[in-house]
Each structure stands twice: as structure tokens, then as C-alpha cells.
């Protein structure tokens, strides 16, 4: 069973923290690895794609691949109330087929 | 405002009822997938479609029956469904692989609820 785990959280921190989230697969064949935002209510929204070992930014975020510990990982600097959201991971395995995580829950306090 | 559409949005039914969903892209896509996300769950891929035809099929109830008549169309045929059924439906599309990173965009999804 192909498996993807996050701590479901809630992870809480201050505004102008950095968020971590964290990310963890089984499937050594794994090749690309997306990180999704969903507000409540809404559907999830494309953040940020990895498939290289290290790290990878884009703004306030960045990405970072661990391969050989089958580890990703969301940092969000200068965190936003407005970052407030579940964050799901998602590791495309090959062919057509992704496998999601159930999310962790990111609180912003302002 | 993606470049993926849904109707309904919302849709309730009863157990003998038959609906269908609608799922639209206007990305250029050629690849199609169902997800069904229930509470606290991970998102569960239900079908995908490349290039009109079927390539995953996950052991989904034969009370759901999807429908690709084009790449840019994706429908989802209800019947007799069960309380259980009830879950936030998404539809999402992509490149087919081996053209890209293929990232699934999604569709705003249509809340279904099955008394």
C-alpha cells in the first residue's frame, strides 16, 4: 500500500513565523512531489511542485526534497493569517497515479 | 478562478435517485481525474481519463459510471448511491505524462449529499 503521512496538526504559530509542514512517502519509485493549499469549503490549490533533491523557493515558500529519507517538505516564511489553510501533500508515482495525504491544518495567529 | 468548472456545486439525492456531475477544462489538458474527499480523509482518486480513454479505475461501486465523451469533458453518473456516498466530489486535470511535471488542477468541486 502506497502511503503518504503529515501530522494532521493543528499546527499553530505566530504571524511573521515560519511554518514547516512536513511530509513523508513510501514509494521509492516516487517522481514528482506537489504541495496543495485548501481553504475550508474551497478545493485544493497548486502551491508548489518538486522532483530534484534540495531545496526549491518561490516566494515566501520553499520547497525541499529528501529522497533518500523519502521526506518533503513546505516552509512558509513571514507566515500570513491568510496562509491559514490545509496543506496536502501529493506524490505522483509514475503513470497517471498520485497519492495524496489526508493534510495538516496550519493556524495563523495574527 | 481555475480553468476547471463543476456543476452542480451542490447536489442532494435521495438513495434512488440519478444524477449525473459535470466536470469541464479549458486548460488544454488532455488527462481527466475523479477524486472523492470525505472528511479527515486523504483524497481518493476515483477514475482517470487520457485522451477519452479509461486508464485508472479504483476499485470504485459500479453505482458510480464515469463518462469521458472529449478531452475537455468529464461527467460522473450517480445511481442508487448510499448516505456513505456523501463527500466533496473534485475533478482535476493534467498533461498525460511524459509531457511534463503534469500537476493536477482541480475544479471547484461538487458538495454531495445522499440521504
Known amino acids: 500500500q502506497k502511503e503518504v503521512e503529515q501530522n494532521s496538526g493543528p499546527l499553530s504559530v505566530p504571524e511573521g513565523a515560519i511554518a514547516s509542514l512536513n511530509c513523508t512517502y513510501s514509494?521509492?519509485?516516487?517522481?514528482?512531489f506537489f504541495w496543495y493549499r485548501q481553504y475550508s469549503g474551497k478545493s485544493p490549490e497548486l502551491i508548489m511542485f518538486?522532483?530534484?533533491?534540495g531545496d526549491k523557493e518561490d516566494g515566501r515558500f520553499t520547497a525541499q526534497l529528501n529522497k533518500a529519507s523519502q521526506y518533503v517538505s513546505l516552509l512558509i516564511r513571514d507566515s500570513q493569517p491568510s496562509d491559514s489553510a490545509t496543506y496536502l501533500c501529493a506524490v505522483r508515482l509514475g503513470g497517471f497515479k498520485t497519492i495524496f495525504g489526508a493534510g495538516t491544518r496550519l493556524f495563523v495567529k495574527a | 478562478e481555475t480553468g476547471v468548472t463543476q456543476t452542480p456545486r451542490h447536489l442532494v439525492m435521495g438513495m434512488t435517485n440519478k444524477k449525473s456531475l459535470k466536470c469541464e477544462q479549458h486548460l488544454g489538458h488532455n488527462a481527466m481525474y475523479w477524486y472523492k474527499q470525505s472528511a479527515k480523509k486523504p483524497l481518493e482518486l476515483m477514475f482517470v481519463y487520457s485522451l477519452e480513454e479509461r486508464v485508472e479505475n479504483n476499485s470504485v461501486p459500479s453505482r458510480f459510471s464515469p463518462e469521458c465523451p472529449n478531452s475537455s469533458h468529464l461527467f460522473l453518473h450517480l445511481h442508487t448511491l448510499q448516505p456513505e456516498d456523501s463527500a466533496l466530489y473534485l475533478c482535476?486535470?493534467?498533461?498525460?505524462?511524459?509531457?511534463?511535471?503534469?500537476?493536477?488542477?482541480f475544479g471547484p468541486g461538487t458538495r454531495l449529499t445522499v440521504l
Open positions: 482535476a486535470s493534467s498533461q498525460a505524462p511524459g509531457t511534463g511535471i503534469n500537476e493536477q488542477f
Open positions: 518538486i522532483y530534484s533533491n
Open positions: 514509494d521509492r519509485g516516487s517522481q514528482s
